[in-house]
Every structure is written in structure tokens, then in C-alpha cells.
């Protein structure tokens, strides 16, 4: 069955960085476009990025642009964020999510838990 | 890309229907039929409901309908149940590979 795990949250300081993972399993990875979706503790749903299928073409939310980067290794089926110059703002739960290619989010992640200390 | 408008909250009785909106602008909801809706519950990954406006994904109940007027697309549950509690979520598609989610819907099942 598809799933999506993510792995590398954690407790990071203000200016510092962090690598998220996402492992992908029971669905070709290379055909889908994958995004990060975050969720700050009790508030809504914030997307963040989103990597096209061969890993050539990236957006990002305006929030994060310039210190967060997209990326995927589609030999290990593995999405990553690589997230710089993190702020207090930041810190939420990060959801690696499969994009269904009908511009719906079809399959998430559990969530990794990053927290920003000042 | 400013969030899409939900309300905060919604009610219905058991068996009852409850519509939630979602309003976004003439850049995201009412140019693209690419709105989606997800359901949360507490401690758990969101779970895609809607795509599409109105096409379900295999296993979601027939309870679950969308639409979309101009701006504003709405999603409808009929025959609450009560694991509908739960908050809900709508996303569109806003062009040039950005996507924008609405602030959220927290439903209650009386």
C-alpha cells in the first residue's frame, strides 16, 4: 500500500537547520510530484514546496523562499527539505504529502514534529 | 497568496446536512476546478475527501459532495455521522505551481 514516512524533526535554534526525510513506498515514486505541507500546533494547513516528478521544476510558499529547499532522490524514492535560517514562526508539524496528479494531495505522511527555540 | 476563507466553525445534528464554505478570489478557487477538501482528526494526518470540486476518492461515503460558484466552492455532508467531527480543510490550486489552503472548518456533530 502507498505510504509516506517522514523522519529528521527535531529541536533546532532560531538562524539554525534541519533536513527533513521522506521515505516513499508502494507507488512509483519518480511519476509523482510531491509536497511538504506544514501545520503550525493548533492552527491550519500552510503548503510550503512542491517538486514536479523529475525533481526539475520547484515552488516554493512565499514564506519559505530563499531558506527552504525542495529536493528528491527518485533512485531511493525519497523527498527531502532542506530548511536554513529557521524562525520561531517555523516550527509546526511537516507532512511529506504524494500529489495524486489531480491536483489533490492523495496520500500524507504521520507528520515530523520540528520546534524552534529561541 | 493570501489563505482562503472558512469558517471556523460548523454544526449539524445527527442525520442532518451541513454545507462549509471556502471563498477565495478570481486567482485561485474561481479560475481552477482544482479545489480539494481534507478532513483532520485530532493527532492525525489530513485525508483527502474532495478533488476536483466533487469527485470523491474511492472509499469515501457518498455523504461527501462539492460544488463551486464563482469564488466560492462548498462542501456538503449529509447524514452526519459521528466520526464527521472532525476539522476540514480546502485547498485550490492558485497557478504557477502554488497551491493555498483555506484557515479551516472545525465540524460538530450534535
Known amino acids: 500500500q502507498v505510504q509516506v514516512v517522514e523522519s529528521g524533526g527535531g529541536v533546532v535554534q532560531a538562524g539554525g537547520s534541519l533536513r527533513l526525510s521522506c521515505a516513499a513506498s508502494?507507488?512509483?515514486?519518480?511519476?509523482?510530484?510531491m509536497h511538504w505541507v506544514r501545520q503550525t500546533p493548533g492552527k491550519g494547513l500552510e503548503w510550503v514546496a512542491i517538486?514536479?516528478?523529475?525533481?526539475?521544476?520547484?515552488n516554493y510558499a512565499k514564506s519559505v523562499k530563499g531558506r527552504f529547499t525542495i529536493s528528491r532522490d527518485n533512485s531511493k524514492s525519497t523527498l527531502y527539505l532542506q530548511m536554513n535560517s529557521l524562525r520561531a514562526e517555523d516550527a509546526a508539524v511537516y507532512y511529506c504529502?504524494?500529489?495524486?496528479?489531480?491536483?489533490?494531495?492523495?496520500?500524507w505522511g504521520q507528520g515530523a514534529l520540528v520546534a524552534v527555540s529561541s | 497568496q493570501s489563505a482562503l476563507t472558512q469558517p471556523p466553525s460548523a454544526s449539524g445534528s445527527l442525520g442532518q446536512s451541513v454545507a462549509i464554505s471556502c471563498t477565495g478570489t478570481?486567482?485561485?478557487?474561481?479560475?481552477?476546478?482544482?479545489v480539494s477538501w481534507y478532513q483532520q482528526h485530532p493527532g492525525k494526518a489530513p485525508k483527502l475527501m474532495l478533488f476536483e470540486v466533487s469527485k470523491r476518492p474511492s472509499g469515501v461515503p457518498d455523504r461527501y459532495s462539492g460544488s463551486k460558484s464563482g469564488n466560492t466552492a462548498s462542501l456538503t455532508v449529509s447524514g452526519l455521522q459521528a466520526e464527521d467531527e472532525a476539522h476540514y480543510y480546502c485547498n485550490s490550486y492558485a497557478g504557477s505551481n502554488n497551491w493555498v489552503f483555506g484557515g479551516g472548518t472545525k465540524l460538530t456533530v450534535l
Open positions: 508502494g507507488f512509483t515514486f519518480k511519476k509523482h510530484n
Open positions: 478570481s486567482s485561485d478557487v474561481g479560475t481552477y476546478n482544482h
Open positions: 517538486i514536479e516528478d523529475d525533481g526539475e521544476n520547484k
Open positions: 504529502a504524494r500529489d495524486g496528479s489531480n491536483w489533490a494531495f492523495d496520500y
